[in-house]
């Protein structure tokens, strides 16, 4: 069973920046999308962005400009640059690959912009 292990969260003052890690422990074949979701207190998880095999990419408004998804095919990993990172970032960060037969989640890492 391949897991999805992310790394990179942290505490971080309003402005600074982080950089999330999704790695999964195995090859997945037939991925169709690679998404980072997030989920702030008490709030309903939401997706942030998303990038296709083909390296199209796409953003939740809230994080245009300001959040850059990338992937590593070679080491299997995901990525999510976040800079200028505001208080209301504040979430859990959960990566996610949806592949043509199963749906891969990581366990989570949070991420706490404050000052």
């Known amino acids: 069973q391949v897991q999805l292990v992310e790394s990179g969260g942290g505490l971080v003052q309003p402005g600074g920046s982080l950089r999330l890690s999704c790695a999964a422990s195995?090859?997945?074949?037939?991925?169709?999308?690679m998404h980072w979701f997030r989920q702030p207190p008490g709030k309903q998880r939401e997706l942030v962005a998303a990038i296709v095999p083909g390296g199209s990419t796409n953003y939740a408004d809230a994080v245009k400009g300001r959040y850059t998804i990338s992937k590593d095919n070679a080491k299997n990993t995901v990525y999510l640059q976040m800079n200028s990172l505001k208080p209301e970032d504040t979430a859990v960060y959960y990566c996610?690959?949806?592949?043509?037969?199963?749906?891969?989640w990581g366990q989570g890492t949070q991420v706490t912009v404050s000052s």
């Open positions: 996610n690959i949806m592949s043509g037969v199963s749906n891969y």
């Open positions: 195995g090859s997945i074949s037939s991925i169709l999308a």
